[in-house]
């Protein structure tokens, strides 16, 4: 692992496949040309619309957004990650998938989300992500990069579920992406917190590209797009609006670190 630089990206996503796709290629050129060699896409990054409309365009929504992240990777020259669009099971159903592609245009890893947003939000808004979405079977794997280091795959919600970036970081994980739709009115209270209680524990950056602002009808999402280090440290913030958070990802901090805080080595539990 090397010195380099990571951007999360910050998109307003709409019931709008092109749109959504040529606004995601401008934040990546624009990452691209500040020198991020690894970019997180958020979750919802191709369509975030009404679920009906998301399942009647669910097949072309997940060639689409294979073929897009692959593109942008080879033509760009950099890691990718496509933090979180549907793709099929052929049940009627959909798997929330995070794809992880190199600079080659070559799948590293993915990810099919594990625990679904069925929440009441206290601002009246009831998600059922369970409606349409098949929970995934396995575990978030860690793609080891010689380069850009360990990377740990999750989705959104699954931040709320410490035990499983505890078995990221038992799997060596470095770097934890964190892409998001976050809801704003649960955001504002436990996005920031959330993502530094994830970076702390387990002594690991935290790259958490997000939605933010309005998408359609009642959806809105809270934005603040981050890159945190080990310590906790908020690194890079994109508030509220689209936009790119970048920040450099330096493993004599990571080594620093988790030799001052060896938390990792004195689980009692495992």
């Given at each position: 692992m090397r010195s380099y630089l990571a951007a999360a990206i910050q998109m307003t996503s709409v019931p709008d496949l092109k749109k959504n796709l040529a606004e995601a290629e401008e934040l990546i050129d624009l990452a691209v040309r500040q020198g991020a060699e690894l970019v997180g896409l958020p979750e919802n990054f191709s369509f975030l619309g009404e679920e009906q409309d998301k399942m009647s365009q669910a097949?072309?929504?997940?060639?689409?957004?294979?073929?897009?992240?692959?593109?942008?990777?080879?033509?760009?020259?950099?890691?990718?990650?496509?933090?979180?669009?549907?793709?099929?099971?052929?049940?009627?159903?959909?798997?929330?998938?995070?794809?992880?592609?190199?600079?080659?245009?070559?799948?590293?890893?993915?990810?099919?989300?594990?625990?679904?947003?069925?929440v009441n939000v206290p601002d009246g808004?009831?998600?059922?992500?369970?409606?349409?979405?098949?929970?995934?079977?396995?575990?978030?794997?860690v793609y080891p990069s010689k380069d850009l280091g360990n990377l740990g795959l999750s989705v959104c919600y699954d931040v709320r579920f410490p035990e499983l970036y505890r078995h990221l970081s038992q799997m060596g994980a470095e770097i934890l992406f964190i892409p998001a739709a976050f809801t704003a009115y649960t955001g504002k209270d436990h996005w920031q917190v959330l993502l530094q209680a994830r970076a702390i524990e387990n002594t690991s950056y935290v790259l958490a590209p997000a939605q933010t602002g309005r998408h359609y009808a009642m959806r809105q999402t809270h934005g603040h797009a981050m890159i945190i280090d080990p310590w906790g440290t908020v690194l890079a913030d994109a508030g509220d609006k689209p936009g790119v958070a970048i920040a450099a990802i330096e493993p004599s901090r990571l080594e620093q670190v988790r030799r001052q805080m060896p938390s990792l080595q004195h689980r009692v539990f495992l």
């Open positions: 097949e072309a929504i997940a060639q689409e957004s294979e073929k897009f992240i692959k593109t942008m990777a080879q033509r760009f020259q950099v890691t990718i990650l496509g933090g979180g669009f549907p793709v099929p099971v052929g049940n009627g159903k959909v798997y929330n998938t995070a794809v992880l592609v190199g600079a080659s245009g070559e799948e590293l890893a993915r990810y099919e989300k594990v625990h679904l947003f069925d808004n009831t998600y059922q992500e369970s409606v349409t979405v098949l929970a995934g079977l396995q575990m978030p794997p």
